[in-house]
């Protein structure tokens, strides 16, 4: 699902020394923070189980508790690939969508079930037990080296003043305020605060990634989870290819049915026309003449009707001038006021383009046939390798997509989409507003040109 | 009256020349791709164009890109644009400078050849020729706002008819009225939609297709 390889190093280059000096020090911190938040989540996890035997709230506690441990180790997955470059995939089992549409208390317990199930769960739960020791530990030394190194020197200049204050008069292995023959030992702080010093500057991003890795220790997927994500996905692959297939399959009938009774019966209407018309010119110009009018008339239906067709197979803006322009055109073919924001690249995957086109145009379709609504909004834009785009209207919600029946609807775009890898949120409380966010994977095609 | 012709499919540019020819006009130049069709309208400096929308060597909207380029360069140059389709979005592009001398035809038009050249005589004299299938679009969208929905049947016809570039004589004559009856029709129009009255035929309907396009 991601073009990174599951918990891989990024390529390394050197770091900066911004990265040295203050990302690497404040990253430690950070992390240390989240070893000791891990020391506190991982016995908030295991009293609300206990609470299971003793008192039934337990059972209400413990999914929130799982929840927010899963939500600490996606947060611990996300830094690792911001501060440390290691990649790590979300290895969860997903919740089939009947079980988290269930609702009630079965539904809660299922779920749970399902949650305390999947290997993963406790795998995190392993790592927040663990990462409050080692994790801390590896981001201590990140965190502490430089202030340490920066201690050393202020010690070494002022440490009358600071164990007259009260504070330690040692520094590592140096008796800062040792009088006698050795009063000048102070000194001696500098040179191993300097050693410090460097130290923390070259070892601290290494520190940093080396937590990122010891994060994929136990957060990456293991072998048998990243199997069975492959298996999931080679039969998610092979029902958006059953679809895919249907769903051409289904065009090309149509385009022949269409064909078959539209243009291709005018046509024969015509040479029929104009057989008649020619037996006929001799002896009844007139009547000739009339069905000569009847076939031009028959040639410009026919035209209309090829025209229909060939815009419901490639709209021709869409060709011209890619999926913004196209979608500009559709909305000032809506009846409904229809506002658009573009921000995409010239021009992006031609398949992928004609599937969002096409799910766009049903979207509008069904603003204006069920919803009720006056004014729509699409946004379409292009990040991350990600085409996105929303719909937003101002009708009485109520949509769902699995309401919908059929290929025609919500559930016809999900499919539609599903075969390029995009996914589909609604969101339609009754009463409005419906928002419906598409989302499909697909490189820009100038991008394309750069990098292959 | 000098006409450049832009049109890449052969027997259709010949066709064009021909049927113009036999009309009083002069082909003064016939190209088949885009940057030709540039050069000849800025190098012609045409009465009027007669343009495809799609032509080599992108075939997508090079047509149109051209025409639009040309009325850069020299502004209000009459182009009349041919296409299989027509699309609003390149209708308002074309209307977008407000100069009027547009024409946005679908090519099935040619058909008839009195309405056609006729069409053409009316952008090359500053008028507009806009398909009554866009107008059709322009007026499906508008007709939920409301100083449109106020209008009776009758006068959206008038309307349509006016949108498309028409005349109050030809107006009258296609809805076998007087054109008394199609001017007090137009006043009423221009008074519900609060649009100022104007006598001269080009900017009422300019007037009208701004508003539409609105």
Known sequence: MSEYAVGTVGAQRRPTWRERLLYAPLRGWALIGLGVWNAVLWSLVLTSASMISSMGVGLLLLPAMLAVLRGTANLARRLAGEWSGVQIEEPYRPIPADLAAEKGFGGMLRRLLARVSDPQTWRDFAWAILDSIVGVTIASFAASMLIYGVYGIVIGIMWPTLTHAGMNDWYTFIHVSKSGVLTNLRWATFPVAAAFLVAGAYAGPALIRLHGRWTAVLLGPTAKARQEALSRRVARLTETRADAVDTQAAELRRIERDLHDGAQARLVAMGMNLGAAEALVDQHPEAAKALMAEAREASAKALTELRELVRGIHPPVLADRGLGDAVRALALDSPLAVDVTVDLPARLEPAVESAAYFAVSELLTNVAKHAHATHVRVDLWHRDGRLKVTCVDDGRGGASAAGSTGSSGLAGIERRIGTFDGVMAVRSPVGGPTEVTLEIPCASSSAKTSTS | ?214
């Open chain 2, 1 to 214: 009256m000098r006409v450049v012709l832009g049109e890449d499919l052969y027997l259709l540019r010949e066709g064009l020349a021909r049927l113009l020819t036999a009309h009083d006009c002069e082909v003064v130049a016939a190209v088949g791709d885009g940057p030709a069709l540039l050069d000849a309208m800025l190098e012609h400096r045409p009465d009027v164009a007669v343009v495809d929308v799609r032509m080599p060597p992108t075939f997508t909207d090079e047509g149109l890109r051209a025409a639009l380029a040309a009325r850069k360069h020299v502004p209000a140059m009459p182009v009349l644009v041919l296409s299989q389709y027509v699309e609003q979005l390149y209708a308002r592009e074309l209307l977008a400078d407000g100069a009027g001398a547009v024409g946005y035809l679908l090519k099935d038009r040619v058909f008839d050849a009195v309405q056609f050249v006729d069409a053409v005589r009316r952008v090359a004299g500053g008028g507009t020729a806009m398909d009554p299938e866009v107008i059709a679009k322009l007026l499906v969208h508008g007709s939920a706002r409301e100083p449109l929905g106020t209008l009776t049947p009758r006068e959206l016809e008038v309307l349509g008819l006016m949108a498309e570039g028409r005349s109050n004589a030809a107006i009258a004559a296609k809805l076998v009225v007087t054109e008394r009856a199609v001017a007090k029709h137009t006043s009423n129009i221009f008074a519900k939609l609060d649009l100022p009255p104007s006598d001269d035929d080009n900017r009422r309907v300019l007037a009208v297709l701004a508003y539409l396009n609105r």
